[in-house]
């Protein structure tokens, strides 16, 4: 079975200073990992992917993510916070390796990021 | 492009009551899903198709049925509404192929069952 773990419900930074939103996940086979983001009352938003290669992936909005597979880890991160980066921040993981087909995502249970001015 | 659609946005059911939740998509994808979404429990897959006249279960199944007759749309089914089943249910579609393509999600339909 596939999980995701982001161990932090909420995280508060100061508009300029640098985020990091955590994950962790666990897999059998090599990881597909995601992020994506949900602003209030709307869907979620794709926002980088990793697949394979280069362990720093950049994505949309200037967030980019560090695969760590030791650590099986894939935190997200952006040198200088927003107030516009407030949000609901979701990790997801998917695995060539899976029952039943679909290439179906588990994600984790979501991290509210909240940016101060 | 319009995307992902789900149709209504909002409804209120009475338990015991009936709704159909309509996802359609214009991508031409071969894989939708349906999740729903509650506090602290992140997304939670209900069922999901691999291609039009095929659908299976997820993680959470029970009480939800589903249909895909055309490759547009996916339909979720309550067919006896528990307040259980209150919740954001989202749809999501992606290409077929392997595990590396992101799924598109739709805006989402709130149900309160009272």
């Known amino acids: 079975a596939q999980s995701v773990a982001q161990p932090e419900d909420q995280v508060n930074v100061a508009e300029g200073n640098p985020l990091t939103v955590k994950c962790t996940y666990s897999v059998s086979g090599n990881p597909y990992l995601f992020w994506y983001v949900q602003y209030p009352n709307r869907g979620l938003q794709f926002l980088l992917k990793?697949?394979?290669?280069?362990?720093l992936v950049k994505g949309s909005y200037g967030f980019e993510a560090e695969f760590n597979k030791s650590q099986t880890s894939f935190h997200l991160k952006k040198p200088s916070a927003l107030v516009s980066d407030s949000a609901l921040y979701f990790c997801?993981?998917?695995?060539?390796?899976?029952?039943?087909?679909?290439?179906?995502?588990?994600f984790g249970t979501g991290t509210q990021l909240k940016v101060e001015l | 492009n319009a995307g992902v659609t789900q149709t209504p946005k909002f409804r209120v059911l009475k338990t015991g009551q009936s709704m159909t939740l309509l996802c359609a998509q214009d991508m031409n994808h071969e894989y939708m899903y349906w999740y729903r979404q509650d506090p602290g429990m992140g997304l939670r897959l209900i069922h999901y198709?691999?291609?039009?006249?095929?659908?299976a279960k997820g993680e959470v199944p029970d009480g939800y049925n589903v249909s895909r007759l055309k490759k547009q749309n996916f339909l979720l089914g309550l067919e006896s509404a528990a307040p259980s089943q209150t919740s954001v249910y989202f749809c999501?579609?992606?290409?077929?192929?392997?595990?590396?393509?992101?799924?598109?999600f739709g805006p989402g339909t709130r149900l309160t069952v009272l």
């Open positions: 198709s691999v291609g039009e006249g095929t659908t």
């Open positions: 999501a579609s992606r290409p077929s192929g392997g595990p590396g393509y992101e799924q598109f």
């Open positions: 997801a993981v998917s695995s060539p390796i899976l029952t039943g087909g679909g290439n179906k995502l588990t």
């Open positions: 990793y697949i394979t290669g280069d362990n």
